[in-house]
């Protein structure tokens, strides 16, 4: 059973740098599944994709991000890494990580094993 953690400060002033990281545990993100994804969910919206790393490295980027989100890797950790930078109120969300081997990995619909969320709130 693969199991996901989401661990990083709660509390991020506007114009820093979002980081959080995923710590998998049961498996291994070099294999067992293609795609590591991270999504979001602000208050009373709908999840969000924000991009996924493949089991080689590989990112893939919402386009509504672009320029801000990076995805990391640490395979001695088995742990991958989300960094969003210039942060606004508007990144306030639950932030998750999972894992899809759907080939649409830009459809929260195809994730799994979600983590239990970790609440980031962007704030002055």
């Known amino acids: 059973q693969v199991q996901l953690q989401e661990s990083g400060p709660g509390l991020v002033k506007p114009s820093e740098t979002i980081s959080l990281t995923c710590t998998v545990s049961?498996?291994?993100?070099?294999?067992?599944?293609?795609?590591w994804g991270w999504i979001r969910q602000p208050p009373g919206k709908d999840k969000e994709w924000m991009g996924a790393?493949?089991?080689?490295?590989?990112?893939y980027y919402s386009p509504t991000l672009t320029g801000r989100i990076t995805i990391s890797r640490d395979t001695s950790k088995n742990q991958f890494t989300l960094q969003l930078t210039s942060a606004t109120p508007e990144d306030t969300a639950v932030y998750y990580c999972?894992?899809?081997?759907?080939?649409?990995?830009?459809?929260?619909?195809?994730?799994?094993?979600w983590g239990q969320g970790t609440q980031v709130t962007v704030s002055s």
């Open positions: 049961g498996g291994t993100i070099t294999a067992n599944f293609f795609y």
């Open positions: 999972a894992p899809t081997n759907s080939y649409d990995y830009y459809d929260v619909r195809g994730y799994g094993s």
């Open positions: 790393i493949d089991y080689s490295g590989k990112t």
